[in-house]
């Protein structure tokens, strides 16, 4: 093999060790972070977390001036409401497509030339800048998402950031994949015992497939966009972020810091555009339908993803999608039912159960499971877990630091719809939704979880996302009927994460088969501080592709690899 000519850039020396080990990581799925979850001082500095907060409070009520150098069509977008109550007052360039879409062309040439290894190192200096706004983003985050600040802190700070760099290192790999030359020799020989092998130089050259588009949701604007934007950018295209019109700042900030490193490192920022709009405007499906958008990400509800999916695959388009499912929890016995409940209230409890890996469907069969601390019937587990789930939230001080604010109003709608729910569905409010007051937040609007108890029968209820702090209590004829509704329920209507607890070695690999029958992850007796909602980037995969609720999976060797392609060069030597 020979080498060709690799472009240098002074990015790869300074991040060349920090890309090795975290490829390393990668590849062992073990434990690694480069950015500190913590939001102490004496992790980022005295006076950091008052910096990023003045510097969020600067943006408001104003326009969002460091972006005007994009192709605008002259007018502002922006309409972002806290749901802690306050309106953000920010407004934004609105993108000239036409003007946007051929910056971006014309940006590309370079940034395909500089290299797979040049790529990811500016990549990384972008994350890098991004980490050193991590308070000014949690802020943002917070007041577009309703999540509370510790969680916008490290879910939209450093956890999002590891989700980014694992993109990089992902998309770095499969294209050193590719050599960038070699020396190909078919051995042969003349009649007359001479060397008549065939030579020939072929030159291997990675191109990206075009201009890419992620389309960001309301609740987790940074984790949800940042591997869409980072695998695109690592892999040569040029990138447009449309951010939910409710959720534009945290996006903004972070395109932001992307356009300055880029122009910093001697490229043309153009290569990562923010396209804010207004509520109700549509310009996620106006970009989806332009010839030039060859990769889409999106984030969000099942009917506009399905369609994405639909229009995408008729236009040639690379798709991933994140939507909507059924996250599913079997309980079948426990020998820690302190630990069990707790962890189940937390999971339930944490941002008011607004994440895509909130369980909504917990099995429990109708004769009661066994524990340590004895026999409980269906009955009495729904109300240890409601007990669970209250205590949990019961001072609203400290419920508001888990809890957040509700979203939108079809969240608050499903909270306090649950006595009709039930009723209308035979079932009983095991734990009624409560409200919850803010101390620093009079108009957020806070709710705990709420409990309902239903029968395995009533699949349409259950089988339909309910968004929000609202949990399904299941009375099945056994866990192997809890264990087939589990295993069809997601085959059908999707998940993005499954839970069994089980003393049974034998319900342990039933449950283990059933989810890779569906086609979901699954989380095994967790009763100490980890939680099913969490994934650890490098180690776990969010997602799988292979159930509806989601056809990619952060971050798999399919999320990166298809981005690119590969263009031989050959001749005789």
């Known amino acids: 093999m020979t080498t060709a000519t690799t472009p240098t850039h002074p990015l790869v020396e300074k991040h060349s060790s920090a890309l090795d080990e975290a490829a390393a990581a990668l590849a062992a799925r073990s434990y690694y972070s480069r950015y500190p979850e913590s939001p102490s001082p004496r992790v980022y500095g005295e006076g950091a977390a008052e910096r990023g907060t003045a510097a969020y409070e600067a943006h408001l009520q104003k326009p969002y001036a460091a972006l005007a150098d994009q192709p605008g ?129 072929k030159d291997y050259r990675v191109v990206p497939r075009g201009l890419a588009l992620v389309i960001g949701c309301n609740t987790f604007p940074t984790w949800n966009g940042y591997p869409g934007l980072f695998a695109s950018l690592v892999t040569g295209n040029p990138v447009v972020v449309k951010p939910h019109p409710r959720a534009v700042l945290p996006l903004a900030i972070s395109v932001d810091a992307a356009r300055s490193v880029l122009r910093e490192a001697g490229f043309d920022p153009a290569l990562v555009q923010l396209a804010a709009e207004a509520d109700g405007e549509g310009l996620a499906k106006t970009l989806a339908e332009r010839d030039e958008v060859r990769i889409i990400d999106y984030t969000g509800g099942p009917g506009f993803g399905a369609w994405l999916e639909e229009n995408g695959a008729a236009r040639g388009q690379l798709v991933y999608t994140e939507k909507a499912g059924v996250n599913t929890v079997v309980v079948d016995s426990t020998d820690n039912l302190r630990g069990t ?39 009495e587990f729904g109300a240890r877990l409601g007990a669970a789930v209250s205590k949990l939230t019961g001072d609203d001080a400290r419920a508001v630091e888990l809890l957040g604010a509700t979203v939108n109003e079809g969240v608050r709608a499903s909270a306090r719809g649950l006595a009709a729910l039930a009723e209308e569905a035979g079932g009983t409010v095991v734990l009624d939704s409560r409200s919850v007051s803010h101390p620093a937040y009079p108009d957020a609007v806070v709710q705990a979880p709420g409990l309902v108890a239903l029968d395995a029968n009533r699949e349409d209820v259950y089988t339909q996302e309910c968004f929000g702090p609202v949990t399904f209590l299941i009375g099945t004829a056994s866990t192997q009927q809890s264990l087939a509704q589990f295993r069809d329920t997601v085959r059908e209507h999707g998940a993005m994460t ?19 029958d569906a086609g979901v992850a699954l989380s095994e007796n967790l009763t100490g501080p980890v939680f099913v909602n969490q994934t650890a980037a490098f180690s776990d995969y969010h997602g799988t592709g292979a159930n509806p609720a989601a056809n990619a999976a952060y971050v798999d060797a399919a999320f990166v690899a298809s981005r690119f392609r590969v263009v031989t060069s050959r001749r005789h030597v």
Request: hydrophobic letters at 45%; proline letters at 5%.
């Open 498 to 516: 499954a839970s069994v607890y089980s003393t049974q070695e034998g319900v342990l690999d039933a449950a283990r088969e059933a989810a890779a």
């Open 341 to 379: 409940l707790g962890n189940l209230a937390f999971s339930l409890a944490l941002y008011s159960g607004q994440m895509c890996t909130t369980p909504q469907n917990i099995y429990v069969p109708r004769d009661g499971i066994d524990t340590d601390e004895g026999h409980l019937s269906f009955e």
């Open 73 to 201: 069509d002259g007018t502002t977008v922006g309409d972002e409401v806290s749901p802690y109550g306050p309106a953000l007052g920010v407004t934004y360039p609105h993108l000239d497509v036409d003007g946007a879409i051929a910056a971006a062309e014309a940006a590309l040439p370079a940034w395909r030339d500089a290299g797979a290894r040049v790529r990811a190192a500016v990549c990384l200096e972008i994350v890098d800048a991004i980490n050193q706004r991590s308070f000014e983003i949690a802020n943002a985050v917070m007041h577009t998402t309703g999540q509370p600040f510790v969680m916008a802190f490290q879910a939209a700070g450093p956890h999002a950031q590891d989700r980014a760099l694992e993109s990089i290192v992902a998309g770095l790999v499969e294209q050193e994949r590719v050599p960038g030359s070699v020396l190909w020799v078919k051995p042969g020989r003349a009649k007359d015992g001479s060397d008549a092998s065939i030579r020939m130089q």
